[in-house]
């Protein structure tokens, strides 16, 4: 459906939250989930702006001081938590801070609305903080999670959250978006709309700063060489990436979406791949390890990140992970 919310793709999600605030049934508390860069604190920014948008008609109509305060998050009734760092979590402090200002009436708006970034990395106390809030709600305040893990929450959290589950965009409406929104030219865009793998968050990244890519390219040059290597080099690898913490889970993503491919290539899918770049060095491992050999891998990959996201050691996961892995 047309829609003037400043959100590409998951035109399904804002149906749904258009409806219910068309029809006053705006509900206490949300849960966005879904892969890392994929759009999800874009959908809670725009549905925090049509929450206080003063438009009669369209909301949000990105015209009035509401909606431009509130999507450049300069609103005075908007509160935007996150991790204090890149790798880090939510912590208790910060969620009293937010429970205190909602306690109060809003500045200026209808609601106070605060948004919580990669909750499911916030400490437990955090969580237990949090949920008084979810079950004795302020009058006039909304707040939206953002996960993209949502079983690291505690499930007292989910069951108060109404959870909208955001998928990856096909890759031809990544494509599309960059070339009309971005003016990113055909070929550069086809590229980076299958580098993303569906996260549109990710290709606008990577379109508007290169060291992203640079990224991507030191991290799977670093796996290939690593699956050649001997045990002292990869555990030489791990320590180095422990150290990296503000890159570390770009990383482990970049790799998680390599074994996919692989994974792909070994089962014969037709589905497209996201390293189109690296098709020859992803048919050679599918050969080598095939399904079972990928499928370990990749579940490995994902084991680790979720453990990155428990605050576990990292050297000590990294070493585990590529012992994991398989040698070439």
């Not at 040059?221 to 150290?243: K, M």
Request: proline share 6%; aromatic share 4%.
């Amino acid at each position: 459906m047309e829609t003037d919310w400043p959100v590409i793709g998951h035109e399904w999600a804002v149906a749904h939250l258009a409806r219910a605030l068309r029809n006053g049934r705006v509900r206490h508390a949300y849960l966005l989930s879904g892969p890392r860069q994929v759009g999800k604190t874009t959908l809670a920014r725009a549905f925090a702006a049509a929450l206080n948008c003063t438009d009669a008609e369209t909301r949000p109509c990105g015209q009035c001081r509401a909606c431009t305060l509130t999507l450049k998050s300069a609103h005075p009734d908007l509160m935007l938590v996150a991790p204090e760092r890149e790798g880090g979590a939510i912590k208790i402090d910060q969620v009293r801070a937010l429970q205190q200002t909602l306690s109060l009436r809003p500045y200026e708006a209808r609601y106070r609305v605060a948004i919580l970034r990669r909750f499911d990395q916030a400490r437990p106390v955090a969580q237990d903080a949090l949920l008084k809030t979810l079950e004795e709600p302020a009058p006039n305040a909304v707040l939206i999670l953002t996960a993209d893990a949502p079983d690291r929450l505690l499930p007292t959290i989910l069951s108060r959250c109404q959870v909208l589950n955001l998928r990856l965009l096909p890759l031809a409406q990544v494509q599309q978006a960059l070339e009309a929104r971005f003016g990113a030219p055909p070929e550069q865009a086809r590229r980076l709309a299958h580098l993303s793998g569906g996260r549109i968050g990710w290709a606008i990244r990577a379109l508007e700063d290169p060291a992203v890519l640079e990224l991507r390219e030191s991290a799977l040059a670093a796996l290939l060489e690593a699956l050649g290597a001997p045990l002292r080099a990869r555990f030489a690898l791990a320590e180095q990436l422990a150290r990296e913490k503000g890159a570390l889970a770009d990383v482990l993503d970049t790799w998680q979406g390599f074994w996919r491919d692989v994974l792909l290539a070994a089962a014969e899918n037709p589905a497209p791949l996201s390293n189109v770049d690296l098709q020859a060095d992803v048919s050679a491992l599918a050969r080598r390890v095939g399904v079972v050999g990928a499928e370990a891998a990749l579940r490995a990959t994902r084991r680790t990140l979720d453990y990155l996201g428990r605050n576990v050691n990292a050297r000590l996961a990294l070493e585990v992970l590529l012992l994991d892995y398989p040698t070439l």
